[in-house]
């Protein structure tokens, strides 16, 4: 069963959608508002929004339809935002490890997933924050939106509703942990690139190679190839 719940406000998308999971048999349950006033990002960061000019969104996914490991869920649900986004924008959109989405340039959602038991059931909880109609940011900051990056307006309604169709429908039928490797590794932000990154407070020229199965980035640098872990590396872009 599939459904999407709607708050005018609310503190916390990934919060809330506990109070929607009523029933044994809420597998793909979804909750948005365009008025998140407390939004999480990864690691404790903060996720803030404009209101009315962004989405929130999240959906829990029921972990026993899930027969993937956490990392793999984690770039599949990445690289589905990324194929909606792509699919809306007519635009080229990347994946910035482990799961920003890129557009031009610019960041314009952040994901945040979290596993929480909830009513003897065990869910994956999806959060999205997805910069839509917002046209203003700080001058030095990575982030933008979709009508930034590309001009266009788009309902907000329209897009969580159809956003919320497609998530839930690729949950549904999830691909080969290899396949899934090959496409968001394909669509890397500055994958096979010399780029600048933070390294133990220290930057250093590298080029990212891929993500593998563990969750961890392989990067070549002047001293050979690592592998980093979120949080040990910073791409600065």
């Given at each position: 069963?599939?459904?999407?719940?709607?708050?005018?406000?609310?503190?916390?998308?990934?919060?809330?959608?506990?109070?929607?999971?009523?029933?044994?048999?809420?597998?793909?349950?979804?909750?948005?508002?365009?008025?998140?006033?407390?939004?999480?990002?990864?690691?404790?960061?903060?996720?803030?929004?404009?209101?009315?000019?962004?989405?929130?969104?999240?959906l829990?996914?029921?972990?026993?339809?899930?027969?993937?490991?956490?990392?793999?869920?984690?770039?599949?649900?990445?690289?589905?935002?990324?194929?909606?986004?792509?699919?809306?924008?007519?635009?080229?959109?990347?994946?910035?490890?482990?799961?920003?989405?890129?557009?031009?340039?610019?960041?314009?959602?952040?994901?945040?997933?979290?596993?929480?038991?909830?009513?003897?059931?065990?869910?994956?909880?999806?959060?999205?924050?997805?910069?839509?109609?917002?046209?203003?940011?700080?001058?030095?900051?990575?982030?933008?939106?979709?009508?930034?990056?590309?001009?266009?307006?788009?309902?907000?309604?329209?897009?969580?509703?159809?956003?919320?169709?497609?998530?839930?429908?690729?949950?549904k039928?999830?691909?080969?942990?290899?396949?899934?490797?090959?496409?968001?590794?394909?669509?890397l932000?500055?994958?096979?690139?010399?780029?600048?990154?933070e390294?133990?407070?220290?930057?250093?020229?590298?080029?990212?190679?891929?993500?593998?199965?563990?969750?961890?980035?392989?990067?070549?640098?002047?001293?050979?190839?690592?592998?980093?872990?979120?949080?040990?590396?910073?791409?600065?872009?």
């Amino acid at each position: 069963m599939s459904q999407l719940f709607y708050l005018k406000e609310c503190s916390s998308t990934n919060d809330e959608i506990s109070k929607f999971l009523l029933y044994e048999n809420s597998d793909f349950i979804g909750l948005h508002t365009f008025n998140q006033t407390k939004g999480r990002g990864q690691y404790g960061n903060v996720w803030t929004q404009t209101a009315e000019k962004n989405l929130a969104y999240t959906l829990a996914v029921n972990t026993q339809n899930i027969v993937c490991s956490d990392f793999i869920f984690n770039y599949y649900t990445a690289m589905v935002i990324r194929d909606f986004l792509a699919n809306l924008s007519e635009s080229e959109v990347k994946i910035k490890w482990p799961n920003d989405i890129i557009l031009k340039g610019k960041k314009i959602v952040g994901i945040l997933i979290e596993k929480k038991k909830i009513n003897q059931n065990n869910y994956f909880i999806i959060g999205a924050g997805i910069n839509i109609l917002q046209d203003k940011f700080d001058e030095i900051s990575n982030a933008g939106s979709l009508l930034t990056q590309t001009g266009m307006e788009f309902d907000l309604e329209e897009v969580s509703l159809n956003l919320h169709e497609y998530l839930s429908e690729k949950l549904k039928n999830i691909p080969s942990d290899q396949e899934i490797l090959d496409g968001y590794n394909a669509n890397l932000f500055r994958k096979d690139m010399i780029s600048v990154f933070e390294i133990e407070k220290e930057r250093q020229n590298g080029i990212i190679r891929n993500a593998d199965e563990k969750g961890e980035l392989w990067i070549e640098l002047e001293d050979g190839i690592r592998s980093f872990y979120h949080k040990e590396v910073k791409l600065l872009y």
